[in-house]
């Protein structure tokens, strides 16, 4: 009978790999919280047209990357490929917007995309998300942009830019989709063919084309931001002049659109070009606005909303931080019989010391004593414990660091 492994573009984790994850978890969840924000945990099904509506039926995430499926009901079901609709889905079915109170939420959760997996990209992934409603200041996308700075500099991660654009509202868009739809026809025959799908059903995705002939097309293309309505450009301008008197670097790119259509207004990236470490997908974090998605989602009026989610497993890859030396050491006791006979204490003893300890008990005390600690020190004990036959009329235990 042949051996069943794990299935192509998943992964283990488990020893030091699992412990540098679980480190990395703690530190997003600190960061988070430093800056006010809930974690919140949601389904890992959702309905298939959940993301067709939020995310945009011609995306590559739902025409091509979605793990989708019919229940026994005949639903038509998905893992969930990324957060935010997730998110918004929770806050509308929960009623959590309904009063207009600001909510901050976090989360980090396994996603799924049917892709090809390489170096930096697997089918399921760790994402780490942040989420704002109601909040439709431009302070607020600068704090959002702070927040991943703040990650990047904790996991010590130096070799970045930050590209921004401005995608403006429906209607500048629309307009702006016009307009490079014009410039685009007279080098139609001269596109990729993915391109000229996107041609007629998501123009904007051209932009983000990595073909590099639509790339030498689109040198001379019209910008997005020349369309924005007088409010958008004004808005846009006093979040650029904030993250200057906030020292903040940056790099307008006006060709960047991320993947999803359910952005507005700012977009932006954190690029690293560590493509060694964490291969040709060069972006660490990724995000902006979505004010519409409430809306599209079914709700009375439109929320303004913002974030940015980053996969784990990438962040892990490009960050110095992450490796076994820099881990939080813990206190680790082994606790030992000093012969046979005091075994019989060895749980009862647990019960006390694990106020204060992580207690492994080892019941092999046949074996020299010695032998045995040299053995707990080699397998990262800090801490002994040694239970003998006073045990039973003190309830004192030896305890030695080691």
Do not use: C
Request: no cysteine.
């Amino acid at each position: 009978m042949s051996t069943i492994n794990k299935v192509k573009g998943t992964r283990d984790y488990f020893e030091k790999e699992a412990e540098i994850l679980s480190f990395a978890f703690l530190k997003l969840n600190r960061i988070a919280k430093s800056f006010g924000y809930k974690w919140v945990d949601f389904s890992i099904l959702e309905h298939a047209e959940l993301f067709s509506r939020a995310v945009g039926k011609e995306t590559d995430i739902v025409s091509k990357e979605m793990f989708s499926f019919k229940d026994k009901s005949e639903r038509n079901l998905v893992l969930r490929p990324e957060g935010t609709s997730s998110v918004v889905r929770m806050i509308l079915e929960n009623k959590l917007v309904e009063l207009e109170a600001k909510k901050n939420y976090f989360y980090i959760n396994k996603m799924f995309r049917y892709e090809n997996p390489q170096k930096g990209r697997q089918r399921e992934f760790y994402q780490f998300g942040i989420e704002s409603f109601n909040e439709k200041k431009y302070h607020k996308d600068v704090e959002i942009i702070s927040m991943a700075i703040m990650i990047l500099k904790e996991f010590l991660i130096k070799d970045f830019n930050l590209e921004i654009n401005y995608l403006g509202s429906k209607k500048s868009r629309d307009k702006y989709k016009i307009a490079l739809k014009e410039y685009l026809k007279k080098d139609f025959s001269n596109l990729s063919i993915d391109s000229k799908k996107r041609f007629e059903k998501n123009i904007l995705r051209i932009l983000d084309s990595k073909d590099k002939n639509d790339k030498e097309i689109l040198k001379n293309a019209p910008k997005i931001t020349d369309y924005l309505e007088s409010d958008e450009k004004e808005n846009f301008f006093n979040i650029l002049k904030e993250l200057k008197e906030n020292d903040i670097n940056f790099n307008l790119n006006p060709k960047l659109v991320r993947g999803l259509d359910y952005y507005n207004n700012l977009v932006f990236e954190f690029v690293s070009s560590d493509n060694k470490n964490i291969g040709a997908q060069n972006t660490i974090i990724g995000g902006g606005r979505y004010d519409d998605l409430v809306e599209i989602l079914n709700h009375k009026k439109n929320v303004p909303a913002i974030g940015f989610a980053l996969g784990i497993e990438r962040l892990i890859s490009a960050s110095p931080l992450m490796n076994e030396e820099n881990l939080e050491k813990e206190e680790i006791l082994y606790l030992l019989a000093k012969t046979p006979k005091e075994e019989k204490y060895l749980n009862r003893a647990a019960r006390i010391l694990r106020e204060k300890y992580n207690v492994l008990i080892k019941y092999n005390s046949d074996k020299n004593l010695t032998k045995r600690i040299a053995q707990a020190k080699k397998n990262g004990a800090t801490h002994i414990g040694i239970i003998n036959k006073e045990f039973e009329k003190t309830g004192n235990i030896e305890v030695k660091k080691i």
